[in-house]
């Protein structure tokens, strides 16, 4: 079944291409914002960079999670699927996945532009770059997929998401940025293993409790 | 069969209704009625799962309806007011889908063919954004003959149908009223619902007006508690 | 009834009134002073408390969640309720408190000190939560939200306060492990005071629930 909800949002995605669009679109204004607004030097621009780059990556996250459940309220689309008999945690699973595989999208478009309009100098060996990458949107994707079903039928509910969603997430906005800086630093695994460990900890901790809880969620 | 056992339900810490005992039985179809704002809607999601309750309890086919049992639900189709499909996608998409939601797999052909039965078949692969209200009714109509249900909760089934889809309505509910099911509408038509249905529940005053056989309703007693006069 | 026409909340408030007059003057006249922090140093006898009550507030909000979602009974949503304000009061008070013992012992008034940070964020956080209150929609679905925003919040307090602590490892600062070490008559009064700023927190919830159920009985009988 889990396998069925993540073909019917990536489906759904690819009829309308809203989620993918604007998340690409925003990000790139963001980065073109980014690129006039800091005259300093190279250097100093390189220091900031994996800070720049996560604040980017959580502007653009809120813009798909608010979009994961908008077209679930367009015609009430959600009461088919939680009316029916599909274990409403694994619904929470889809849309986290989903969600991580959007911003993946958006970032392959995002990066490339990212290193060329701040003109950085990327010399390290991809691997471990997709895997902070892809370890930062679990963690950020897991409490946001949470929060996104939360601020769902609310007033305000994209004003809301942002609220709840960042004060929550700063364990893995500090953890990531923290690797991503030692990792582009050249530093031996073992000085920023522990932010890893972080990432790794909230992902599970959040993807848990979000399976757990998403019942409650669901009903109104 | 569909059963509620003290069923409550508040809004703004004012009770909607309370302490509802009610039985639907298999073989039966059953009229919800009430003047606007009684709950019926509200009622119908209930049983459906998708609204929560203070208290009581509901059994469908005999196992408690709870939210972290989804084969609780697995009985029952709910069919709201809003088309409750995905409207980027095509009625073939949605249907496959809602189908798949119920453990059905079923080809291009079956759903057309299906389709073409509800009088669907001529915009089967357009995004369903262009359908109009009465097309969106019929659609839901072929989701009711696509996946096996034993309770049927239909809110407002006419809404938006011409001649030929209240027709085409009428006969399905009718074909669906032979076999061992349960079938449960909300309907503003008490005169319909009396000539139709076996079972009539009319909800009334934060509780049950009546609850019975429509052959032993009066129905210048449902009119009034329809109109507010009792 | 009102809630301090009842002789015994009655007499908790004036003896809680007194015992805080008499830790005032303890605090003031009989606890040492300790070099180079002089009467700044005092605060800690606040501050501390304060931030243990806003915490143990947000535990309760969690655990008072946990209990509405098992027996969904609306008192325990009221208690998750008041625990959270409760709590956002004394958070802000402990944002307070601290830049006034920080600028004279630190020089500025905010270093990015990792349980401050963590209070910051903590209060940030229930923010969010008044607002989900506030704009959630109808009692009954905001009650399992809050109910379900309370247990998020708290499960991530552990985990932010790892993080910041690692953030900035070069600030540290463990005033209570000082204090531990400092000349005796600290300890002392340092728990009289944490023991009366629980009690308080006690007859804050219950006052507070006690209004937010007549709150919701008036609601019932006039919506």
Not at chain 1, 104 to 112: F, K, L, M, N, T
Request: net charge neutral; charged share 15%; with cysteine.
């Amino acid at each position: 079944m889990l396998v069925n909800l993540i073909k019917k949002e990536l489906l759904i995605e690819l009829r309308s291409k809203q989620i993918l669009v604007s998340m690409a679109a925003f990000g790139l204004s963001v980065v073109l914002i980014f690129a006039f607004s800091f005259s300093v030097s190279q250097s100093i621009l390189e220091t900031f960079a994996p800070g720049l780059f996560w604040v980017l990556i959580l502007f653009t996250s809120v813009l798909g999670l608010h979009r994961l459940f908008d077209y679930e309220k367009e015609f009430d689309a959600f009461s088919l699927v939680i009316g029916a008999p599909v274990d409403r945690g694994t619904i929470y699973i889809s849309k986290w996945i989903s969600g991580w595989i959007y911003l993946v999208v958006a970032e392959i478009i995002i990066i490339p532009l990212f290193v060329l309009f701040l003109q950085l100098r990327w010399t390290q060996p991809i691997l471990p770059g997709i895997g902070i990458l892809f370890l930062g949107n679990s963690g950020i994707m897991a409490i946001g997929a949470l929060i996104s079903g939360l601020a769902m039928r609310a007033r305000m509910s994209e004003v809301l998401l942002p609220v709840l969603l960042f004060p929550l997430v700063t364990p893995v906005l500090i953890a990531v940025t923290k690797a991503t800086t030692a990792y582009l630093n050249a530093q031996p695994f073992i000085l920023w293993q522990f932010w890893v460990l972080i990432l790794a900890s909230f992902t599970v901790i959040f993807g848990l409790l979000g399976y757990l809880l998403f019942d409650h969620v669901t009903e109104e | 069969m569909i059963e509620l056992l003290n069923v409550t339900k508040s809004f703004y810490h004012k009770p909607l209704f309370r302490d509802l005992n009610v039985q639907f039985e298999s073989g039966n179809m059953s009229a919800m009625l009430g003047k606007n704002g009684a709950g019926k809607s509200t009622l119908l999601r209930i049983m459906a799962g998708l609204t929560a309750f203070e208290s009581g309890s509901i059994n469908v086919c005999g196992t408690p309806l709870k939210s972290n049992n989804p084969l609780s639900r697995k009985a029952v189709l709910y069919l709201g007011h809003a088309p409750g499909l995905y409207p980027p996608l095509s009625a073939v998409e949605n249907l496959r889908i809602a189908a798949m939601f119920y453990g059905e797999n079923y080809s291009d052909s079956e759903i057309l063919e299906t389709l073409s039965q509800v009088g669907l078949d001529r915009q089967p692969n357009d995004s369903i954004r262009i359908y109009s209200q009465g097309m969106m009714q019929r659609l839901k109509l072929a989701l009711a003959i696509l996946i096996p249900w034993k309770v049927l909760l239909f809110d407002e089934p006419f809404t938006g149908l011409d001649e030929e889809g209240r027709i085409l309505t009428e006969s399905l509910l009718k074909s669906w009223q032979t076999e061992d099911k349960t079938i449960i509408l909300v309907v503003h038509n008490h005169e319909w619902a009396m000539k139709h249905c076996d079972h009539l529940l009319v909800l009334h005053d934060k509780g049950v007006g009546y609850d019975g056989k429509s052959s032993d309703a009066k129905s210048e007693n449902i009119a009034a508690m329809l109109q507010g006069i009792v | 009834m009102r809630f301090f026409d009842k002789p015994i909340n009655n007499s908790l408030l004036s003896i809680l009134i007194s015992l805080f007059a008499i830790n005032l003057h303890i605090i003031i006249s009989h606890t040492p002073m300790i070099p180079q922090q002089h009467w700044a140093q005092k605060i800690f006898y606040l501050h501390v408390p304060v931030a243990w009550t806003a915490f143990l507030s947000y535990f309760f909000v969690m655990v008072f969640g946990i209990m509405y979602l098992v027996k969904k009974d609306y008192c325990w949503d009221r208690l998750g309720q008041s625990a959270a304000e409760i709590g956002t009061l004394f958070t802000a008070l402990v944002l307070t408190t601290g830049p006034i013992w920080a600028k004279p012992i630190w020089g500025k008034p905010w270093i990015w000190e990792p349980r401050l940070t963590t209070t910051l964020i903590l209060f940030l956080a229930y923010i969010g939560y008044f607002m989900l209150r506030e704009f959630g929609g109808h009692p009954e679905r905001v009650a399992r939200y809050a109910a379900i925003l309370g247990i998020i919040a708290f499960v991530d307090v552990p985990i932010i306060f790892l993080s910041v602590k690692f953030w900035t490892p070069e600030i540290q600062s463990h005033p209570q492990v000082e204090m531990a070490q400092q000349p005796g008559g600290i300890l002392g009064p340092f728990f009289f005071s944490l023991a009366l700023f629980t009690i308080n927190w006690l007859m804050m919830l219950r006052f507070r629930s006690h209004t937010l159920n007549i709150k919701q009985k008036l609601l019932s009988d006039h919506v």
